[in-house]
C-alpha cells in the first residue's frame, strides 16, 4: 500500500540507502554527460588540484535520485516532482565514496478542494565520514486519497 500525503508526518526521516563510487564510474558519467577534465581525465591539472577524479554534480544527483526512488518514492502515492529550492554540492564526491542518502519530510501543505498535498522534503548524500557532499530542498505533488 502506498503511503498518502497524510500518512507523511513532517520530521519523518526515510534512509534511501548508499551507493559506492568508482573512478571508472565517475570518468564514464563524465564522458558522457559532464566532459570536464577533473571529472574525466584522472592525471590532469584540474583533476589533480582535487587529488584525482570527482563526480560531476550531476551524477552525485543521479546517484541520490536512484537512491529516492529505489527506496522511498516508490513507496508514496506521488503525482509529479514540483521542482527544487536548492541544490548544493558541499564537498567533493571521489572514487571509493560510499554516498548514503536521507530524506527527511519538512512540510506537508494540503491543497483546499483537491485531493493532494504538497510535500518538501529534505534529500542528503554523506560518506561513510559523515562528511555531508549533497543536498537537495524538493517538492512533490503526493495524493491524499
Same mark, same amino acid.
Given at each position: 500500500?502506498?503511503?498518502? %500525503?497524510?500518512? /507523511?508526518?513532517? $520530521?519523518? +526521516?526515510?534512509?534511501? !540507502?548508499? @551507493?559506492? =563510487? ?22 590532469? %591539472?584540474?583533476? /589533480?588540484?582535487? $587529488?584525482? +577524479?570527482?563526480?560531476? !554534480?550531476? @551524477?552525485? =544527483? ?84
Amino acid at each position: 500500500m502506498l503511503l498518502l %500525503a497524510g500518512d /507523511l508526518a513532517v $520530521g519523518t +526521516v526515510f534512509d534511501i !540507502g548508499s @551507493h559506492r =563510487l568508482s573512478e571508472r564510474e565517475i570518468v564514464d558519467f563524465g564522458r558522457a554527460w559532464d566532459p570536464l577534465p577533473h571529472h574525466t581525465e584522472p592525471g590532469s %591539472a584540474p583533476a /589533480l588540484r582535487f $587529488g584525482g +577524479v570527482i563526480a560531476s !554534480g550531476v @551524477h552525485v =544527483l543521479a546517484v541520490f535520485q536512484r537512491l529516492q526512488v529505489d527506496a522511498f518514492l516508490r513507496r508514496v502515492a506521488v503525482v509529479a516532482g514540483m521542482g527544487t529550492d536548492g541544490m548544493h554540492l558541499l564537498a567533493p564526491s571521489r572514487p571509493g565514496d560510499v554516498l548514503s542518502g536521507r530524506v527527511e519530510i519538512v512540510a506537508v501543505t494540503p491543497r483546499p478542494g483537491r485531493d493532494d498535498a504538497i510535500v518538501r522534503t529534505l534529500g542528503r548524500l554523506s560518506t561513510g565520514t559523515g562528511t555531508v557532499v549533497f543536498e537537495v530542498d524538493a517538492r512533490i505533488l503526493v495524493r491524499n486519497a
